[in-house]
């Protein structure tokens, strides 16, 4: 099993920057993929970014291209969410999400989510 656990976010003013930490912990060698998603009060959750463990492939959701900025560190097993230019509509809980090589197109894990608030 993977364990993965958020920090960082706080409250920011709106074209602020603000970033967030995720800590892998466990079978680390099994992951395939980490990401962030966030979710919005009333709203589903939805992708932010992902990054592939291995080759450091990285994808985008729309609303944040140009503006957010995922990372890794392999050897923290840690992966990171550098939030620039925010806009109030980013406020949401971000959660940080693993995927297994086992199971490539499935989240295996996910954390308990830190708030990020941009006030306008």
């Known amino acids: 099993q993977v364990q993965v656990v958020e920090s960082g976010g706080g409250l920011v003013q709106a074209g602020g920057s603000m970033g967030l930490s995720c800590a892998a912990s466990?079978?680390?060698?099994?992951?395939?993929?980490m990401a962030w998603f966030r979710q919005a009060p009333g709203k589903q959750r939805e992708f932010v970014a992902g990054i592939i463990w291995s080759g450091g492939t990285t994808n985008y959701a729309d609303s944040v291209n140009d503006r957010f900025t995922i990372s890794r560190d392999k050897a923290k097993n840690t992966v990171y969410l550098q939030m620039n230019s925010l806009k109030p509509e980013d406020t949401a809980a971000y959660f940080c999400a693993a995927a297994l090589l086992s199971s490539p197109t499935q989240i295996n894990s996910w954390g308990q989510g830190t708030q990020v608030t941009v006030s306008s």
């Open positions: 466990g079978r680390t060698w099994t992951i395939y993929s």
